[in-house]
């Protein structure tokens, strides 16, 4: 248990389907990250809200949407994805100090989607 | 070429063996980590380090500034050590300062 968790665990949809994967993590930290797991493929940052402030990585396509309510909560919303988006999502959690990581991550179990 | 290089891709040894797992990086980090991630997707972090040496347990990792390259060692290995163990090195910029290695596909046999 590392204070980050994940749901669903493991998700199927079709392209034309809209879901969203859920992150909470119980921490207290102040920065949360979406980051994408491709196979043969190193970590890849999609998303981080860090001091309440969004940071994108514009290589992101727009199917994919953050959401982050409040310090404690990360969604990313999905709608009309493609078969090679199908990877493992995984969300982290850090204590950020002036708006840099320097901190130890922690990561919830993941997100295992499979787009259809 | 990727900025975080880890060797080798895969190993597989025996129970009992010492492992050594290496990281070279080419840019400029304040701190460098290790994680292990187990089958079932979840990723640990193990180790932070910015100089010298750290241990824990049968865990120990090394880093060396100068030479740009850090490396993971696992004592008396055992079958619930197989993982895949992520080197991971802080940047001065990028949106979270981390750039990952692909990752080095540990497996333990009995």
């Known amino acids: 248990e590392t204070g980050v968790t994940q749901t669903p665990r493991h998700l199927v949809m079709g392209m034309t389907n809209k879901k969203s994967l859920k992150c909470e993590q119980h921490l207290g930290h102040n920065a949360m990250y979406w980051y994408k797991q491709s196979a043969k493929k190193p970590l890849e940052l999609m998303f981080v809200y860090s001091l309440e402030e969004r940071v994108e990585n514009n290589s992101v396509p727009s199917r994919f949407s953050p959401e982050c309510p409040n310090s404690s909560h990360l969604f990313l919303h999905l709608h009309t994805l493609q078969p090679e988006d199908s990877a493992l999502y995984l969300c982290?959690?850090?204590?950020?100090?002036?708006?840099?990581?320097?901190?130890?991550?922690?990561f919830g179990e993941g997100s295992r989607l499979t787009v259809l | 070429k990727n900025e975080v290089e880890q060797s080798p891709q895969n190993l597989t040894a025996q129970e009992g063996e010492f492992i050594t797992i290496n990281c070279s990086y080419s840019?400029?980090?304040?701190?460098l980590h290790w994680l292990q991630q187990h089958p079932g997707g979840g990723i640990v972090s193990l180790f932070m380090?910015?100089?010298g040496k750290k241990k824990h347990g049968r865990l120990i990792a090394t880093i060396n500034i100068q030479e740009k390259h850090s490396s993971l060692h696992i004592t008396a290995s055992h079958p619930r050590d197989s993982a895949v163990y992520i080197c991971a090195v802080h940047r001065p910029g990028g949106a979270d300062g981390l750039t990952f290695g692909k990752g080095t596909h540990l497996i333990i046999q009995p």
């Open positions: 840019v400029g980090i304040s701190a």
């Open positions: 982290a959690s850090s204590q950020v100090g002036r708006g840099r990581n320097t901190g130890e991550l922690f």
């Open positions: 380090l910015s100089s």
